[in-house]
């Protein structure tokens, strides 16, 4: 079975295409066909003005008409979609989904951020981790951070904060902003045993391609640390060059780990693992769900 999502976030927006394959004792394999990203910066329209501008619209429809075109090349015949943070707060949202919608076939989604952090959960992240264990999982964009507590191998609470990189490049984040995340950690994690980070987005992923740590091992807590103190000692053009990043990764990568570093702090854990998931992995999940559970209804 073939499936596609399309992520539409604050920073980027995301096509994901994998195939379903029955694996091990039937249990079914997510293959990874194509991930494609296109930076079209939603939120920096969004959380300075309000509203989408034309330009940002014009990228928008032609972004989906083109991830369209890729899903009918694909031979996709089931896909879902979703947006974030930036659309959520958009004062426009609905006219530029409709255009969306009209131009390209298209309908997206504007999910809540609760439903976000539901949807990241749906990467089944937990099935695989130590029952004796506590988790936090922490997904960072560009509008918003989502966290996922587990312990003992079961959700214990999820929350959506509008703290995110673009919001913080912005200065939109409030000192109440991060007292309620901080608030919302220590009540949640206290009085359990130790508690284990798992992070996604795409900062941390660089961060950990860029620290040459073998797959499946945990970054720390000082490493961040380091990467946030080196990070911000650089100009945008230094970081460019001399880490080989792209401009919209290069300026979003420090507030990306200072909202890392807080929160790990806060839930007084020292390393983080780094599995290559996000929203576009739980969006397939959802619809697999969807579609097993029709078809064995009908």
Known sequence: ??????????????LLIIDVVQGQAGKPEFVKLTLVRVPLRLGFDVFEMGSISEEKEIMLVKTIQ??????????????????????????????????????????????????EASFI???????NLNTQESYLYIDVGGGSTELSFFSDGKLVSKESFNIGTI?????????DHWNQMKKFIKEKTTGYHHITAIGSGGNINKIFSLSKR??????????????????????????????????????????????????????????IFVPKIGLADGLVHILY??????????
């Open 66 to 115: 083109s991830y369209k075109l890729l899903i009918d090349v694909y031979n996709v015949k089931h896909f879902i979609t979703a947006a974030t943070s930036a659309m959520r707060d958009a004062s426009n949202a609905k006219e530029i989904l409709q255009k969306v919608k009209a131009e390209s076939g298209v309908e997206i989604k504007v999910i809540t951020g609760e439903e």
């Open 167 to 175: 919001r913080l490049l912005k200065n939109k984040v409030t000192e």
């Open 1 to 14: 079975m073939r499936l596609a999502a399309i992520d539409i976030g604050s920073n980027a927006a995301r």
């Open 214 to 271: 073998k797959e499946g091992k945990p970054l720390s807590l000082e490493l961040l640390r380091n990467y946030y103190k080196e990070f911000s000692s650089l100009s945008l053009t230094q970081r460019i060059s001399m880490y080989k990043l792209r401009e919209d990764r290069a300026d979003v990568i420090v507030p990306a780990l200072l909202i890392y570093i807080n929160v790990m702090k806060w839930a007084d854990t020292e390393e």
């Open 289 to 298: 769900d969807r579609l097993r559970k029709t078809s064995v209804n009908n």
């Open 121 to 127: 959960y749906e990467n089944h992240v937990a099935e």
